[in-house]
Every structure is written in C-alpha cells, then in structure tokens.
C-alpha cells in the first residue's frame, strides 16, 4: 500500500482556507497513493474553543472529504471538530474512496490543555479494514498510553494524527519506534508544522516506522506531501519468524 502524508502549517481556525490548502498541494503532487493523512484537527488547529467552528457529520469538511476520495480514488484520514448531541468530539474521520466512512474519537484527551473539558472522550478502539489492512487509528495523546494500543486484534498498520509541539518532540520521536516495535506494526505519525495561537512550535517530524523499528521516512521540518510504500508480506513474515506477538500479556481494557 502507498501511503500519503501531509505535514503542514494549519491556519487558526478556518476550514475553508486549510481545506483551500489542502487542495492546492493535491493538485501539484504528481505521485500515486492508496491513503492520504492528514494531522489532528487539520481545519482548525489544536483549539480549546470549538463551539463556533465544530462541524455536524454532514458538515462541510465531512462533504470535502467524500468528494476528494471520490475524485482521487484514496482513502482521506484526519482529525476534526464535530459536534454531536450538544457535545464536541476531536474525531478522526476514515472516508474510503466510495465516499463511506469510519470514525474513531481520541480516547485520551489532553488534560495539560485542558481538553477533557471541552471534548467528550471516545468510548471504543476502532480497527479499520481498507486494501486488505487492518488499521489502527489513533489520536496525538494517545501515543502515550500503550496499553490502549497494544495490538491484541493483530492489525497491520497503527496511525497517529497529532498537533504534537516542539518542546516535547523527543517523546514523539520515541514513542512512535516503541510502539512500532512493541506492536509489530508499521506505525505512521503525521504531525503539523508551524505556530498557532497559543505560541505554540510545532516542527513536524511526521515519519513512518516499520514493525522492528527502523525510520522509513522522516518529513523533518519541511512543509508538503510525503509518500511512501509499505509491504505487508514483509512485515507477516517477520513476525512469523520472530513470533514476539505470541508472548504478549493478555488484559482488557475498561472504558
């Protein structure tokens, strides 16, 4: 499968003018993919005061998006603001090229931010099932919180969206090999770069690791489309020979 990430500077607050983004570097990319991903609340920022800008799941973006997989033939995944029963969910948002989707809400909610008191948290994991690939996707935070994504379903590939700032880019870049490792999974984070209103620095290192751990593609700073291809086969192969999986605890998560 051919995965496109896009790592970019995010415009506070205005989904037109991020989707108008969006669209412009789609149309100069020249290669050819399977998956496009986009960051963590890729309209808006990482923003505390979703009450004017939240979207319904019939909303604008939700619209865009089932166009542009339409008209691409890919699958677009992302995070945005929704609002649903009087309550604001930071959603991922899975449309498959026919225009369905699937969606996961960020289980783990930022209490630094302040999150957990405007968002309401997901209630389930969600394994997404595209080109014959059993997908995880999860959300900046979570990366944290191991348990939550250990891969007891055996999934292929593990995603996170994230507005993850400079100050802590380290554990990003950790992270995201231990989980690769840990999992056996080819993991992809897909961060933004840029300032928001907070003043916050984000400095991206969007990037793809493969199950034992090794960089595939680092976007570093750099703002555009990054495209790389991963190898199922490989990756069965490998964990049939190492057998790592079998050894795993088993446990159930509480929600």
């Known amino acids: 499968m051919r995965i496109a990430i896009f790592q970019t500077a995010l415009i506070w607050q205005q989904p037109e003018n991020n989707r108008n983004l969006i669209e412009k570097y789609l149309h100069t990319c020249k290669e050819t993919f399977d998956l496009l ?19 319904s799941m019939n909303g604008i973006t939700i619209q865009w998006l089932k166009n542009l997989a339409r008209e691409k033939k890919i699958a677009v995944t992302g995070s945005l603001i929704i609002k ?3 309550q604001f969910y930071n959603r991922l948002v899975f449309i498959f090229p026919d225009g369905t989707l699937e969606w996961y809400d960020k289980r783990h909610l930022f209490s630094l931010a302040g999150e957990e008191k405007v968002y309401t948290k997901g209630k389930e994991k969600r394994i997404i099932e595209y080109k014959d690939w059993k997908i995880c996707p999860l959300i900046c935070y979570d990366l944290r919180f191991p348990v939550f ?42 961060n933004r770069i840029g300032t928001d209103a907070n003043e916050l620095e984000y400095t991206g290192s969007s990037q793809v690791v493969d199950y034992l751990g090794n960089e595939i593609l680092n976007a570093q700073d750099k703002q555009g489309i990054f495209v790389v291809q991963i190898d199922k086969e490989d990756m069965l192969e490998t964990r049939k020979k190492l057998n790592f999986l079998n050894d795993r605890d088993v446990f159930q998560l509480e929600f």
């Open 37 to 55: 991903i986009l960051p963590e609340m890729f309209t808006t920022g990482f923003t505390m005061t979703p009450s004017e800008i939240a979207e």
């Open 84 to 86: 649903e029963q009087e």
């Open 149 to 190: 994504s250990r891969n007891v379903e055996a999934y292929d590939l593990l995603i996170y969206v994230a507005n993850w700032p400079k100050p802590r880019i380290n554990a990003w870049n950790a992270l995201l090999k231990a989980r690769a490792i840990e999992n056996m999974v080819y993991t992809v984070g897909v």
